[in-house]
């Protein structure tokens, strides 16, 4: 067993279960780019069909911060942060039928546009890791810690990107929201993930950035539901009301064997 020291408090466990985007990689760096290439996309689909512009703000309907064509924050109880790719398509789809599109045009443009942000992802290789993620893992390896991801975005993308940078190799296993029934915030993916680490959901850890992490975290009845949250105070505690811990950063977190804690 290890124990994991977060805000004073020392968790002993067997497993980390992580998300990935805003906790294991830079969430605005991969998404946000994805989505600016999502949305110009959807708006030349529009001005093709000589429709009118997205009727609604469409920070509002995704979530996100900004500046000028560029995302540059986005919320971490917002649609493209918990939603699935579902979800945002869905979005842009009803925003597609509001214009004058039928529905079934509608979802085939959308999907154009999904298939372009994709390819533009994939040519750019977007992909980037938070400061101290790499050295955290190691250390979670070193101690012998079982890891897994579990997140809201797809599985074969979710292992591309964490391949990126060459991160795929520390998880014994991967969970998109494509292999449950039910997405965050229900506990579907840990006990999966628990399940697949030949643990107990009460002998991992969760770590993530939204709400909808915490909540799963203690649906599945996890040892202990940490945020990360790197604008810290009390903003981050507002944005993160079921989390047992809020940390800044990766180096708040202790990890080690008996009492030599680090």
């Known amino acids: 067993m290890v124990h994991l020291n977060a805000a004073g408090v ?118 980037k890791a938070l400061p101290g993620v790499i050295e955290f893992l190691t250390k979670c390896r070193e101690l012998g810690l079982k890891l897994a991801v579990v997140t809201a975005d797809e599985t074969a993308p979710a292992v591309k990107h964490l391949k990126w940078l060459g991160l795929d190799s520390y998880f014994d296993a991967i969970i998109g929201t494509d292999r449950v029934e039910r997405g965050k915030p229900f506990p579907d993916m840990a006990e999966l993930a628990c399940r697949e680490l030949d643990i107990q959901p009460s002998e991992a850890a969760v770590i993530g950035d939204t ?30 009301p079921d989390a047992n811990a809020i940390i800044v950063s990766y180096e708040e977190l202790g990890l080690a064997h008996g009492t030599d804690e680090r």
Not at 61 to 80: K, M
Not at 211 to 238: H, K, L, Q
Request: overall charge negative; aromatic content about 8%.
């Open 10 to 127: 020392t968790y002993p466990i067997k497993a980390i279960l992580f998300d990935k985007d805003g906790t294991l990689i830079d969430f605005i760096y991969t998404w946000g780019k994805w989505s600016e290439h999502m949305l110009a996309e959807f708006e030349n689909q529009l001005k093709a069909r000589e429709l009118p512009p997205i009727s609604a703000d469409i920070a509002s309907l995704w979530g996100t911060s900004h500046e000028g064509d560029a995302i540059v924050d986005y919320d971490r109880n917002g649609p493209l942060a918990m939603g699935t790719i579902e979800d945002l398509t869905a979005i842009l789809a009803w925003q597609g039928y509001l214009a004058g599109m039928s529905w079934a045009e509608a979802k085939l443009a959308v999907q154009q546009c999904r298939q372009h942000a994709d390819q533009q992802l994939e040519a750019s290789r977007a992909s």
């Open 211 to 240: 709400n909808g992490d915490m909540r799963m975290a203690g649906f599945a009845g996890a040892a202990v539901a940490i945020g990360i949250a790197p604008e810290g105070g009390a903003a981050a505690a507002s944005k993160l």
